[in-house]
């Protein structure tokens, strides 16, 4: 299964009694959207409460680590979702706002059966979607089964070490200003990874918002990886939200699933580690 669906076929698939929408908008009235408004049918999930288990110091994980596999399960089980479910997500950031990470961690618990809706909650609207409004209403079922991350990710210590070796790459995808340290407006310091390569997320997209064909995007990463092996890929951000935007690319083009590094800036940067600055 292709992780990007369209619309169109979003369109085809909503009698599916296995679909499952989720409502990934995320931000500090994403609950109050979704009750004004939604996909007909959508389950709305919340990043920060739902798909991070965030710590009084990001200097512990960075500002939206993972949360355990267990409380990860028993979401899944209270908004329906089984081994059979057919899930769709969307945000209404071209995939980088929430729904990525949320595909990164459906697939990290075993869970195939995933797709990421291009162009959003924007295309949905502009294809005619049906939309409604209040909060649906799941049909809970048991914990999911699933007992530990299924997907490679990297720790702090670990970067700091394959980001010195010619045989790994290491991917930041923020926005070039931030890479270059030349504005932060989210972490308490400015600039990046030393060795780490910048390859903005926004970079994945066509101008209206929707992923690049396949074949554009495997003839782009496979310059950026030079044969390297993908589990010799590091992708990162500022959180590890919006990395999981480039990983889902990566796997849209038929190259597999890089490593993760949840922790990203908003950790590196608090731990006293090398800053780098510039391009």
Excluded at 21 to 29: E, F, K, V, W
Excluded at 114 to 128: E, F, K, R
């Amino acid at each position: 299964m292709s992780p990007i669906i369209t619309t169109q076929e979003l369109a085809s698939i909503l009698s599916n009694e296995s679909l499952v929408l989720i409502d990934a908008r995320s931000g500090p009235n994403s609950t109050t959207k979704y009750k004004q408004e939604h996909l007909a049918g959508a389950l709305h999930v919340d990043l920060d409460k739902d798909l991070a288990d965030i710590k009084p110091d990001a200097a512990q994980g960075g500002r939206h680590p993972l949360p355990e596999p267990e409380k990860f399960a028993e979401l899944l089980g209270r908004l329906g979702i089984v081994h059979g479910s057919r899930l769709v997500v969307y945000d209404d950031m071209s995939g980088a706002n929430a729904a990525s990470r949320f595909w990164w961690m459906l697939r990290a618990a075993g869970h195939t059966q995933v797709q990421v809706l291009d162009g959003g909650y924007q295309a949905a609207m502009a294809a005619g979607i049906p939309v409604s409004s209040g909060e649906e209403q799941p049909m809970p079922v048991e914990p999911y089964p699933f007992k530990a991350w299924e997907l490679p990710t990297i720790s702090m210590e670990e970067v700091a070490k394959v980001v010195k070796d010619p045989d790994y790459l290491v991917v930041d995808v923020r926005d070039a200003a931030r890479y270059r340290g030349e504005t932060e407006p989210i972490d308490l310091i400015a600039g990046h990874i030393p060795g780490a390569t910048n390859i903005p997320f926004q970079q994945n997209l066509a101008a209206d918002g929707t992923f690049l064909s396949p074949e554009v995007l495997r003839e782009k990463y496979e310059t950026l990886l030079d044969g390297r092996a993908m589990d010799h890929v590091a992708v990162h951000c500022g959180s590890g939200v919006t990395a999981c935007h480039t990983v889902l690319a990566m796997d849209y083009a038929g190259l597999g699933i890089p490593t993760l590094y949840v922790g990203s800036w908003s950790e590196w940067s608090r731990n006293d580690r090398p800053i780098g600055t510039g391009a």
